[in-house]
């Protein structure tokens, strides 16, 4: 079982940044992709970033060269680095594992969600 703990978000004006944090914990191979999603209220959740074991990225249109996306393959660790916020990216922010098991399946894994507001 493997355990996705997000933390980091919170209120921010628009033009703000906030750093979102994922932590991986629990038995496993390895941590094959990791990624953010969002949902804003009474909206489908949609990708935000992906990033490869090798450090490939993906990002979605509407936030490319806004956000970064890293991770720490010592810590198990993944971040989301949000600059110049719009209230449109007002969302619930969720963390994906696609994970290795020790057995060998691939298994993905999501944590509860952490909310971001961007408001004035």
């Known amino acids: 079982q493997v355990q996705l703990v997000e933390s980091g978000g919170g209120l921010v004006q628009p033009g703000g940044s906030l750093t979102l944090s994922c932590a991986a914990s629990g038995s496993f191979f390895s941590i094959v992709t990791m990624g953010w999603y969002r949902q804003a209220p009474g909206k489908q959740r949609e990708l935000v970033a992906t990033?490869?074991?090798?450090?490939?990225?993906t990002y979605a249109d509407s936030v490319k060269g806004r956000f970064t996306i890293s991770r720490d393959n010592a810590k198990n660790t993944a971040y989301l680095q949000m600059n110049g916020l719009k209230p449109e990216d007002t969302a619930v922010y969720s963390c994906?594992?696609?994970?290795?098991?020790?057995?060998?399946?691939?298994?993905?894994?999501w944590g509860k969600g952490t909310l971001v507001t961007v408001s004035s």
């Open positions: 994906n594992a696609n994970v290795r098991t020790t057995m060998g399946p691939y298994i993905q894994y």
């Open positions: 990033i490869s074991i090798e450090g490939t990225t």
